[in-house]
T-cell receptor, first 114, second 117 residues
Framework: DAGITQSPRYKITETGRQVTLMCHQTWSHSYMFWYRQDLGHGLRLIYYSAAADITDKGEVPDGYVVSRSKTENFPLTLESATRSQTSVYFC?????????????FGEGSRLTVL | AQKVTQAQTEISVVEKEDVTLDCVYETRDTTYYLFWYKQPPSGELVFLIRRNSFDEQNEISGRYSWNFQKSTSSFNFTITASQVVDSAVYFCALRFQYGGSQGNLIFGKGTKLSVKP
């Protein structure tokens, strides 16, 4: 039972480079989410997806792009990385079709932008 | 506005002490859900509990207990006889039933608990 897996777990890149963080879930959950975690801010929603080909912005979407061509994958792309995007990124999915269930999180991807 | 406040940034206790982590939330919705997550030093987020707004019964799970009070908009978490393994960052989160972001969780900023032997 793999659940949600994120890759890479650690990434160092330079300002201006494109970076893609991968998220894969084996549960066929409809809903998937990307959060970033920063000291003093807790977790903030970047983007979410209700199903394949349906995505929408969260609280802090600027500088990020997502896609969801398949239910199980939800990659997050930083098209031109900036230092302010240094963070820990968490992917999550939700089992419950109603808005009641808890989110299941991946292990996180720690991104450093130099 | 929907908001979760965890006023305690860091707490340090000695093993076997009881500790309570505070969580205060704001929402205009009548139907909502509250959660606690644990983030140990390894970094993953572990689900602990979910409560809906219509169930104010306190819950106990081993050394963990939760006190939900709608009158004060609080959902506090108590660890009894704390252990070193309880050292982690604990997040309180809110989800409202209706509205945008399809059931997005709104997180507090977290409380870092350190339990010393």
């Amino acid at each position: 039972d793999a659940g949600i897996t994120q890759s890479p777990r650690y990434k160092i890149t330079e300002t201006g480079r494109q970076v893609t963080l991968m998220c894969h879930q084996t549960w066929s959950h409809s809903y998937m989410f990307w959060y970033r975690q920063d000291l003093g801010h807790g977790l903030r929603l970047i983007y979410y997806s209700a199903a394949a080909d349906i995505t929408d912005k969260g609280e802090v979407p600027d500088g990020y792009v997502v896609s969801r061509s398949k239910t199980e994958n939800f990659p997050l792309t930083l098209e031109s990385a900036t230092r302010s995007q240094t963070s820990v990124y968490f992917c999550a999915s939700r089992r419950d079709p109603a808005n009641t269930g808890e989110l299941f999180f991946g292990e996180g991807s720690r991104l450093t932008v130099l | 506005a929907q908001k979760v406040t965890q006023a305690q940034t860091e707490i340090s206790v000695v093993e076997k002490e009881d500790v309570t982590l505070d969580c205060v939330y704001e929402t205009r919705d009548t139907t909502y859900y509250l959660f606690w997550y644990k983030q140990p030093p390894s970094g993953e987020l572990v689900f602990l509990i979910r409560r809906n707004s219509f169930d104010e019964q306190n819950e106990i799970s081993g050394r963990y207990s939760w006190n939900f009070q709608k009158s004060t908009s609080s959902f506090n978490f108590t660890i009894t006889a704390s252990q070193v393994v309880d050292s982690a960052v604990y997040f309180c989160a809110l989800r409202f039933q209706y509205g945008g972001s399809q059931g997005n969780l709104i997180f507090g900023k977290g409380t870092k608990l350190s339990v010393k032997p």
